[in-house]
């Protein structure tokens, strides 16, 4: 599992400071909740090129919701992403849930990896897409070590990956905003809204899995 102290989204400077100490982490949070809003202030202010995407991409219109919290250099990460990819299709296809994947800057380099991202599934709005595209940057990230964005353009042409160019930035502060809301300071991590007041929260590649598994039970019990 990843949990870096620092973490850095886009120029704006979005800064959290995650902390093991427990005694400190509360004094920490408050310091890092008010340098996030700055942060994604300054973002949004800078997003004006381009129309402003106001939603982070999501696939499904259900009630229950699936969030999974990811970083591309997180081999974990990696792991459950390209596990789960059949089980989250299956999930999808019972037209009851939706699915939403907020990347967490624990690298200096998860911006750039979440702009193309967002561009790609901007290009083509579907999950099988989405997948086929996080794995290229999981790749990237994981086996070949890109940190620059040149190399990684040049790198997900070569995979056959297509990308419109958005306004990004003005999807940033919306990911900030929950990642700060769930407290998320380790990935993976993977949050199951099966109501109003059920959320459920689930930890590294085993707990996400056993989870989503949990979420298939579920609904398959609720149709008989």
Known sequence: MRSDEDSLYGEGGLFF???RNKALFFLLGIAASLVVLAGFGRIATQASAQELVRVIPHFGTGTHEILIFSDYFCPHCKIIDEKAEGLLKELLATHKVQIKFIDVPFNRATPIYA???????????????????RKALFEAAMDKGIRDEEALTR???GRQIKWTAMNEKSVFPLMGALIKE???NQTPTCLIRYSAVDMRRYIGSVEIWNGLQEL???LSAAVK
């Not at 702009?115 to 595209?133: E, M, S």
Request: charged fraction near 25%; hydrophobic fraction near 40%; charge should be positive.
């Open 17 to 19: 400071m995650l902390r």
């Open 115 to 133: 702009k193309y991202y967002l561009q790609a599934v901007n290009a083509q709005p579907d999950l099988d897409n989405a997948l086929r595209v």
């Open 155 to 157: 790198y997900l042409a």
């Open 182 to 184: 769930h407290k998320i």
């Open 216 to 218: 298939k039970n579920h």
